[in-house]
């Protein structure tokens, strides 16, 4: 028994993958395959022969923008797009270091923004993001145009009620 | 008729000139926006990269509060959020244990008793595109847009289904009664590269490049979306000589009914659209 085919489908919970009869069509119609060092069809495979660490570590289950052609193509209706996400979320859950820092990194900074406020100051957003990436320069100059424009106020409205939003982060913390 | 309006945070944001444009649009439609008291993010791409069930949870905090007001439809103008409240309610109605659980969570019931639409669905399939021809006192002739969905809109067909995923025409049919010269392409649902922009801005200035050139060689002079992610990427990633204007469709829809406010919201894009409607003295 291949234990990690078993828990990718398990937290899928929809179609298994086995149904995928390796048509490529998904990998076709994807429009991040061209900078993904396993594209979507392979990484279906990769997983049918129990290589999780390759596919854990991967660049592209972080390159995956979760556009959901991939689902909407499938004749199998293998949710491919839903694969990744629980890839990501293996990864994380196992200490598997992210092959795309900056793409986690991000993430954590978006979410740790609506934890603060319940809505996203995409400023505080962004210094967070930065201060994360180490990543300090880039986009200033349209940063900068923005902000002339009244598009990136600092103090942006936020959710009054915090304390069921807070409940929420909390009651879904993954250990 | 009355809706819900969830604006989301980038219509707070970024997409201030979306949010101006859609409560214009809606009050030139009869269409009276209610906002959903205390909202909250819907935590968009990233909560369900990382984790699913803060992905249910937080769209659903935002659909019970939506439904203290009875049989009223939510308005959700950001592509971004619509899909997270589509996926959500998809999930909360299909797996009766997740939403206990997301219940719990969330602290409230969930009845499923409203339906999340976006803009481009109510204008076209409730007030219907002859309403809004009629209004129009000034036809964008010589405009040449093409429809631009992106990914979040109609994906999967199963949760978003109010236009063809592959093909979807409502946008070309409401441009087209404005008067504008709607050019075909086969680019309207591609990805533009979403929350890559700003971690991996390389492939997205990749991607939104290939856009502006397809858009080109099927002879448009601009391009017209309903996502503020497809929005900041093909108005502020494509390359100086690649880039055409892009406008937000409720924009254009202002502008043809002759709505005050047009240009200042136009002077906030990043890729200047007034020389292009001076040059076809729609402004």
């Keep these: ?175 | 008729m009355k809706v819900s309006y969830y604006p989301g945070c980038s219509l707070h944001g970024t997409a201030k000139e979306y949010d101006l444009s859609v409560r214009s649009v809606s009050r030139a439609l009869g269409i009276e926006l209610e906002e959903i008291e205390d909202w909250s993010c819907c935590g968009a791409t990233s909560a369900h990269s990382t984790n699913f069930k803060l992905s249910v949870a937080l769209p659903a905090r935002d659909l019970i509060a939506a439904e203290k007001k009875k049989d009223q439809d939510v308005m959700v103008p950001c592509a971004a959020c619509f899909n997270r409240f589509k996926t959500a309610e998809h999930h909360l109605r299909n797996d009766p244990a997740l939403r206990a659980e997301v219940e719990e969570i969330v602290g409230g019931r969930y009845q499923g008793s409203v339906a999340v639409r976006n803009p481009i669905d109510i204008i076209a399939n409730t007030i219907g595109l002859e309403v809004l021809q009629e209004k129009v006192v000034k036809k964008l002739a010589g405009l040449k847009p093409v429809s631009y969905y992106g990914c979040l809109l109609l994906r999967p067909p199963e949760v978003c289904r109010f236009d063809d995923t592959e093909n979807p025409v409502l946008l070309d049919r409401i441009l087209e009664a404005l008067g504008a010269e709607v050019r075909p392409w086969s680019f309207k649902t591609d990805c533009c590269g979403g929350s890559l922009t700003i971690s991996k801005t390389e492939i997205v200035v990749q991607m939104v490049n290939r856009l502006m050139a397809m858009a080109r060689e099927a002879g448009a002079n601009c391009l017209v979306t309903a996502c503020p992610v497809c929005m900041a990427n093909l108005d502020m990633r494509a390359s100086a000589d690649a880039g055409l204007p892009v406008f937000y469709f409720t924009e254009l829809a202002a502008l043809a009914m002759g709505q005050e406010g047009t240009e200042e919201w136009f002077r906030l894009h990043h890729k200047d659209p007034r020389p292009l409607l001076k040059g076809l003295q729609l402004l």
């Design chain 1, 1 to 175: 028994m291949n234990d990690f085919l078993e828990e990718v489908n398990a937290k899928i919970n929809g179609v298994p993958i086995q149904r995928c009869y390796h048509c490529r069509k998904c990998t076709a119609g994807c429009p991040l395959a061209f900078a993904m060092e396993h594209n979507p069809n392979r990484v279906i495979r990769l997983i049918q022969m129990g290589r999780r660490e390759e596919v854990l570590g991967s660049a592209t289950i972080w390159l995956c923008v979760s556009c959901e052609t991939c689902i909407t193509r499938c004749p199998n209706e293998v949710d491919i797009a839903r694969m990744m996400d629980v890839l990501r979320q293996m990864a994380i859950e196992t200490g598997v270091a992210a092959k795309e820092k900056n793409i986690l990194r991000f993430h954590e900074a978006f979410l740790a923004n609506i934890r603060m406020g319940g809505r996203i100051n995409e400023p505080a957003m962004m210094v967070h993001y930065k201060l994360k990436s180490g990543d300090l320069f880039s986009d200033m100059a349209m940063g900068i145009d923005m902000f002339r424009k009244g598009k990136l106020s600092l103090i942006s409205p936020r959710t009054k009620d915090m304390r069921s939003v807070r409940r929420i982060f909390e009651k879904t913390r993954q250990s």
